[in-house]
């Protein structure tokens, strides 16, 4: 008995061990295809690179200029990824140029008539870039200005909140923007009136680069420090903003950043760029 146990382990070992021998043969003819295929592709990449090379060189003796550049009457523009905390409404990023000449319009329209201001695309021309994709985007519409400060050579109107959005206010409103800030352009050099009545201007942070997608429109001749975009100057419309501000505010941010939600409130239906 113990005999044929015996050659029955012995018969079942080989087995195994056949197996196995089977296993690793395979084994290696994979790593050998993968070898072969692997070395094929880094000649490809290789060869093509050096075509690449080849025809580089070619264009160069030739005089091709670079097509990196940026076009003539554009500038670049950096979108960088806003990383703030505040609540994000991502809808893109503009384009990577933009035009630094000419100007555009910027209309509100509101629950209390049409805002209009006018930008000058040689003094901001990524964030006037900004507000037509923005606007394209129907990124303020139907939102409310947030914010109202009415103190003495300090009376702005703040709006841009893509989340401030229906009847009353709430304690988020004012945290909202795109996905995307951008550097601080055209700032004031006047410092005795660095933001005169009818201007329209980017809030940041307090930062610099965190401009994205809020603005304050001054009814009057307003000091703050010259950090803050001069986007534009309000042409029509003014009027509204002045009775707006002159009907004064609910204090909410008095212990903070000061003024509060206005008591008169100003609905954004639509602000478009053209």
């Not at 319009?105 to 006018?118: P, S």
Request: hydrophobic share 35%; proline share 5%.
């Amino acid at each position: 008995m113990s005999s044929i146990k015996d050659r029955q382990r012995a018969a079942a070992r080989a087995r195994l061990e056949k197996e196995m021998a089977e296993r690793a043969a395979a084994a290696r003819k994979r790593r050998q295809r993968q070898a072969i295929i692997g070395s094929a592709i880094a000649v490809v990449v290789i060869a093509g690179a050096a075509v690449w090379i080849v025809a580089a060189m070619k264009d160069d003796k030739k005089g091709t200029p670079a097509a990196s550049g940026v076009p003539a009457g554009q500038v670049a523009c950096t979108w960088t990824p806003d990383t703030g905390g505040g609540k994000v409404k991502d809808v893109g990023t503009p384009p990577a140029t933009a035009a630094n000449t000419g100007t555009a319009t910027l209309t509100m329209d509101t629950n209390l008539g049409k805002i209009v201001a006018t930008l000058d695309k040689s003094k901001v021309p990524c964030t006037a870039e900004s507000f037509a994709f923005l606007s394209s985007k129907k990124f303020w519409d139907n939102t409310k200005c947030h914010r109202l400060v009415n103190e003495a050579s300090f009376k702005v109107l703040q709006c841009g909140d893509p989340f401030a959005t229906g009847k009353g206010y709430r304690e988020t409103d004012g945290q909202g923007g795109p996905s995307y800030t951008m550097a601080e352009e055209n700032l004031p050099t006047d410092t005795n009136n660095p933001y005169p009545a009818g201007s329209i201007a980017m809030a940041n942070t307090g930062q610099a680069g965190s401009t994205g997608s809020q603005f304050f429109i001054c009814s009057e001749n307003t000091q703050l420090p010259a950090s803050y975009t001069l986007l534009g100057t309000i042409t029509t419309g003014l009027d509204i903003v002045k009775d707006v501000v002159k009907a004064g505010d609910d204090g909410a941010f008095a212990q903070q950043a000061g003024g509060g939600h206005p008591k008169k409130e100003l609905d954004i239906k639509a602000l478009t760029m053209s």
